[in-house]
């Protein structure tokens, strides 16, 4: 009896076995088309779906928004404007390449005993347009970005604008995080690096973005040169560029006439120096370039001045014929220099005398040294200028009140000592500000080829450049504007009879070539005719 009942227990066992199997062979079967157990697709567990749900999910997670931090800004990003592709066909057929790859029988087995074999993964596979990610980064970074702004200098209202800290993106440090958040299926977030931007120190270069702008309305050709005489830290623009001598180049016969002089000047000499400097007198310049060729020879005189500015060092200046002389057919009427050999010249220049702003602002630099009791004129002629010399040659130019120029745009009883110079295109000031905050050299020439420069348009410009350049160096004290009355009645055929209205002192350019009283000459031999001081 028992063993009977032992045999229908063994035939039931196999039954109720035999059935499990059936069953779960049957459920392995619906399965089978679904991915095992442990299958990773590009980080993604699709373990139990079919292709289709896989893909669905993938694309979910790598087409889903990437946002970009900009600090605590944000921009949402289709990843699809950045060119990502995920290609999903390849990595699903790589999966089912693996699966199929196995044993059906272990297969099978893993599936009956719920025990899943070695994990399927493939890899994210995907790519995208480097460009894309490039040229959106900058453009979050030219939305968002704010760069630290300079001090800025302004002529109306405040004169002053402090600078402020600022911040911008490193492009090239924050396209990788970028990439990095598109190739992740979660946390799609790039924290863009952003780099913190200091207040910028004030340097000379903020005077120079403020003559610049300043420059821009001007229809012709700008040419300044500012040195700090303390640091001697300097700015041109256009400093190089060669520019008629005018009467600028009076700065260069004081500086010889007083090396050629032995002692005080005269009666007589001083009256030369204190009419060619507050007069402009071309006849007193002439008379001063005796002086300086010991004999009455003033092209011996010129000679001799455009031989030292070459010993100076300041090769583009020179003067081949005194003022106002018509010179003999033998003579050297010009100088071929680096500044007037460029083949890019837009200037109309006197070729009888010329100059750079550069080099005559290294001359005034000079000529302040040397009051000091140093520089190139002390070491180059030693013995012949002193500083008491050089201090009389500033304190000169100190008495020049003409021109509306430097002068007009420092505060009343600021020291300029100073020679302007005019011509029928080309407007110039040069001189040495002895300012509060800091003692200065300025030359600003204005240039405007083939024709008439009209003081209206280029007085302002040379003014406030002027200012500009003082408020530099006064921030803490700057010079406000002062209100220019304009005159109801010019007449438009004279440019300068609104400034003569304003400064009785000031004058036209006929009056600094001559005036009938001071005209002069010179004859084939060098020697000046004509009136007399």
Known sequence: MIRVIRKWLIILLVLIGGGFLLLRGAQYRLTRHLFP??????????????????????SERYGSPVFAYHQVEHVELNPSDLGFTLETEMMLAQAQDQVSERNEWLRFASFLLQRPLEPIEVPLQASHDGEAVFSLVQSV????????????????????????????????ASVPILEDA?????????????LRQETPEISLDLLADTIEAKLQGFNGLGSVFIMDLETGEEIG??????????????????????????????????????????RSSNYGGNLLLHLVAGEDNTYKGTDILTDSMQRLGLVNTFMAVPYDATPPGYRQTTYVTPANSRSDLEVELDETMQTTAEEIGT??????????GGGALVALYSGEITPNECQSIIDLMVLNEEGNLIRYGVPDGTPVSHKHGWAQGTHADAGIVLSPGGDFVIVEYLHQPGGWLVADESFPILREIARSTYNYFNMDDPYLPREIIMRSQIDPNDPFSELREENSTITSPEDEVGDGTDDETAGSDGQIQGGGT
């Open 37 to 58: 157990e442990g299958t990773m697709i590009a980080g993604i567990d699709v373990s139990g779906m079919q292709d289709d749900e896989a893909a669905t999910l993938l």
């Open 141 to 172: 970074s030219g939305l968002l970005d704010q760069p630290a702004s300079p001090a800025q200098l302004f002529s109306e209202g405040a004169t002053i604008r402090d600078g402020e800290a600022g911040f911008i993106t490193d492009v090239e």
């Open 182 to 194: 598109l190739y992740r299926q979660e946390n799609r977030v790039a924290k863009l690096v952003i």
């Open 237 to 278: 623009i256009n400093a190089d560029l060669p520019m008629s001598g005018l009467s600028i180049l009076k700065i260069a016969i004081f500086v010889e006439a007083y090396r050629a002089l032995d002692g005080e000047p005269n009666a007589e000499q001083q009256t030369l120096f204190l009419d060619t400097a507050t």
């Open 363 to 372: 001359l005034l630099s000079m000529i302040y040294q040397c009051s000091k």
